[in-house]
């Protein structure tokens, strides 16, 4: 059951103030966070493994610097490529693999194979030509990935693309057997829920998050009837969530970490929950807690706050305005106030800061070429800038947003992007402009409406004076 008590929600946000002011040293302005700040920031909602790294390999901080700027490089490359026209569905399918491995786990040897694979693609002149096709060994839609949850969420991106075009995976999509029964789908997620990190130098975190929206997205029908789900599987998802997974204090789901003393330390991550609410919007529970850590965590760290390195960030900006639509009806007048300051900024902040002349946008936090048009159209698409019907915080009106759309939209086409994350981003558009047409549309006809009745109105009223003057004459006769 949720807790509501008057009480316990003050002392815990008056703590946690306090241990922000003393544990976080403010950053000078654009300049990026110490390990020290980020870490105290990040341990306020959630927990900074960097120490249990450092367990499990002393060497950790000197060969993750390494391989960090090793993937930074490969990843401008990548970009630079993409933007010249280069179909690069492989290069992504390897170099996500790598980042994902660099950032959450200790395994070298395997970070710096998948390091040399992803240079090795690059250096060709083109990824495979078949890359985006499916497989028909497993059904997945990714060819140059190896683990199976990044296998998963390639093909979910897939399957919706294709979906919209009205095509159907030609194969059956045999990686979803391995979840198909509700013991193995609570299997699967208990052994990613809690991460031991100094243990097995490996922190479950993104794996946890990725699967859980591909699961989902898959299992409440996203993308319509597609696989044989196992009956019951979504009851099975859903008590796993409601009954294991959420913590009933913050409302919010991330994943656990076995601290040195055996405890169990839970976290609040904001895309974990972003990716849950979105896909059961009307069900999930705790709603009211779940607001009250969002507008907490607002000066934290990502995942578990709204900031990239003490800054605003589109993509971590979508997913609070998401969580901001969900929890509206239950949000206090206060609340609704600060949200709606909060969403001015962040609509500014895209559309002055991030967004360049050419109607591309700067690469912040974003992973690719795609995701960087991705992540600041859905944000705009979240807060109704394109789409009144989506205006759930405002009645403002924002007469330039198709003229945004039109120059985004060029600008993809004139890179040939042809990714999943770009062509979402034209739908987007496609979909704001069928929902503008409807408008004039419903205007045009209640406007015809008007006239029609206002011209029948008058029709009646002058046959009512005509029928009127013949008895008004008679009457006068007659006297």
């Known amino acids: 059951m949720c807790l509501r008590s008057r009480f316990l929600w003050p002392c815990i946000f008056l703590t946690v103030w306090l241990l922000s002011l003393e544990a976080i040293p403010a950053a000078a302005p654009g300049q990026p966070l110490t390990s020290a700040q980020r870490g105290a920031s990040r341990n306020v909602f959630g927990y900074d493994p960097t120490p249990e790294f450092i367990k499990f390999d002393p060497e950790y901080p000197q060969k993750h610097r390494k391989y960090t700027q090793q993937l930074r490089e490969l990843q401008l490359d990548l970009a630079r490529q993409t933007s010249k026209g280069r179909a690069t569905p492989c290069s992504r399918q390897i170099f996500l693999e790598a980042r994902w491995l660099v950032h959450y786990s200790a395994h070298w040897d395997r970070i710096e194979r998948r390091l040399n694979d992803l240079s090795e693609m690059l250096n060709r002149p083109a990824d495979p030509v078949d890359a985006r096709e499916q497989v028909e060994?497993?059904?997945?839609?990714?060819?140059?990935?190896?683990?199976?949850?990044?296998?998963?969420?390639?093909?979910?991106?897939?399957?919706?693309?294709?979906?919209?075009?009205?095509?159907?995976?030609?194969?059956?999509?045999?990686?979803?057997?391995?979840?198909?029964?509700?013991?193995?789908?609570?299997?699967?997620?208990?052994?990613?829920?809690?991460?031991?990190?100094?243990?097995?130098?490996?922190?479950?975190?993104?794996?946890?998050?990725?699967?859980?929206?591909?699961?989902?997205?898959?299992?409440?029908?996203?993308?319509?009837?597609?696989?044989?789900?196992?009956?019951?599987?979504?009851?099975?998802?859903?008590?796993?969530?409601?009954?294991?997974?959420?913590?009933?204090?913050?409302?919010?789901?991330?994943?656990?970490?076995?601290?040195?003393?055996?405890?169990?330390?839970?976290?609040?991550?904001?895309?974990?929950?972003?990716?849950?609410?979105?896909?059961?919007?009307?069900?999930?529970?705790?709603?009211?807690?779940?607001?009250?850590?969002?507008?907490?965590?607002?000066?934290?760290?990502?995942?578990?706050?709204?900031?990239?390195?003490?800054?605003?960030?589109?993509?971590?900006?979508?997913?609070?305005?998401?969580?901001?639509?969900?929890?509206?009806?239950?949000?206090?007048?206060?609340?609704?106030?600060?949200?709606?300051?909060?969403?001015?900024?962040?609509?500014?902040?895209?559309?002055?800061?991030?967004?360049?002349?050419?109607?591309?946008?700067?690469?912040?936090?974003?992973?690719?070429?795609?995701?960087?048009?991705?992540?600041?159209?859905?944000?705009l698409n979240e807060l109704g800038y394109f789409r009144p019907s989506l205006r759930f915080w405002t009645w403002d009106s924002f007469p330039d947003a198709m003229k945004v759309a039109d120059r985004v939209e060029a600008r993809i086409k004139a890179m040939g992007l042809t990714d999943t994350e770009s062509a979402k981003v034209l739908r987007r558009f496609d979909d704001a402009r069928r929902e503008r047409r409807a408008w004039l549309w419903a205007g045009g006809i209640l406007a015809g409406g008007l006239i029609f009745t206002g011209w029948v109105c008058l029709r009646w009223a002058r046959s009512v004076r005509l029928r009127r003057r013949p008895s008004a004459a008679a009457g006068s006769i007659g006297s």
């Open 137 to 379: 060994g497993d059904g997945s839609y990714d060819h140059c990935s190896e683990a199976w949850f990044l296998k998963l969420d390639s093909t979910i991106e897939e399957v919706e693309d294709r979906g919209e075009r009205g095509q159907k995976p030609k194969f059956p999509l045999k990686l979803l057997d391995r979840i198909n029964l509700p013991d193995k789908l609570k299997a699967y997620l208990d052994s990613l829920l809690i991460s031991d990190v100094r243990k097995t130098g490996i922190d479950n975190r993104f794996e946890l998050n990725i699967a859980i929206t591909s699961i989902e997205r898959f299992i409440v029908g996203h993308v319509g009837e597609v696989y044989a789900f196992s009956p019951g599987l979504k009851e099975a998802l859903f008590d796993y969530q409601d009954k294991v997974w959420q913590d009933p204090v913050t409302g919010f789901f991330g994943g656990w970490y076995r601290l040195p003393d055996g405890t169990i330390r839970k976290t609040a991550d904001l895309s974990v929950t972003f990716h849950i609410g979105s896909y059961r919007p009307d069900t999930i529970r705790c709603v009211p807690e779940m607001m009250r850590t969002l507008i907490a965590m607002k000066g934290e760290e990502y995942p578990f706050g709204w900031r990239e390195e003490g800054q605003m960030s589109n993509h971590h900006n979508y997913d609070v305005v998401r969580l901001f639509r969900i929890g509206w009806p239950q949000m206090d007048a206060t609340q609704c106030d600060l949200a709606r300051v909060e969403m001015r900024k962040m609509m500014e902040f895209c559309l002055t800061e991030t967004m360049n002349s050419d109607g591309s946008f700067k690469m912040m936090d974003e992973d690719t070429l795609g995701s960087s048009f991705l992540f600041p159209i859905s944000l």
